[in-house]
């Protein structure tokens, strides 16, 4: 099963992809409103998915009880994920190093979810996790699997959401694996606008020019 994407194209010929996963209860316009600050020049092929699960309060990647993320629909997502990134890349016939995935949230999580997951074949050249946590499926992750890829984790400071602890754990630990972690904390709460957003367009203007940036927490 691929997902359901809302695409836009590149400005010229598709040479890299970015897909961006919202968050919890968002539709794909919570990221396409913000698409002329992320990639004002058009370099990537942009694809944004809506998230499979129906709750109350929209699309979910998974559910959270009391004992986390539901297993069951945190795995079901990653293999939807996978299968639509497979596509993507077939679609422009592309390798996985031309692939950037990211997320906001619970799309953040989900963002290294799927790019720690062995299963996953077609794993990003360089991840981007926002205002996000590292999901606790410690059988299912390996660390090492990012070594050597940049990897964005950036959160605001006074997030309301998810505690910007989460976000600095998940960048350490990331670091500890060996992906080229950069680190950043900035003025603002759960929002993908502002300085969330200027940093993510950033750091992906320095990918699309070939860098490999890294800013390791202390």
Do not use: K, N
């Not at 699960?53 to 009391?66: C, K, R, S």
């Not at 069951?72 to 996978?82: C, K, M, N, R, S």
Request: avoid cysteine.
């Amino acid at each position: 099963m691929t997902l359901d994407l809302v695409e836009r194209p590149a400005a010229a010929t598709t040479e890299r992809v970015l897909v961006l996963l919202p968050g919890f209860g968002d539709e794909p316009a919570m990221f396409a409103d913000h698409l002329d600050v992320l990639d004002p020049d058009r370099r990537w092929h942009v694809a944004i998915p809506r998230p499979p699960v129906a709750t109350d309060e929209g699309p979910a990647w998974f559910t959270v009880g009391d004992d986390g993320p539901d297993t069951e629909q945190l795995t079901a997502a990653v293999l939807a994920l996978a299968a639509t990134l497979a596509d993507l890349l077939d679609r422009f016939g592309l390798e996985p190093d031309d692939l950037v995935l990211g997320g906001f949230s619970q799309g953040g999580a989900m963002a290294l979810a799927a790019a720690l997951d062995p299963t996953v074949a077609s794993r990003p050249g360089a991840v981007a996790s926002l205002a996000a946590y590292l999901p606790h499926r410690h059988d299912d992750q390996d660390l090492t699997l990012l070594a050597g890829r940049p990897v964005l984790v950036a959160h605001g400071a006074d997030d309301e959401v998810v505690d910007a602890l989460l976000g600095r754990s998940a960048a350490r630990s990331l670091h500890r694996g060996g992906a080229l972690v950069t680190w950043s904390e900035v003025d603002g709460g759960h929002a993908i606008a502002g300085p969330l957003a200027a940093t993510l367009a950033e750091w992906l203007a320095a990918v699309a020019d070939g860098a490999r940036p890294s800013d390791p927490p202390v």
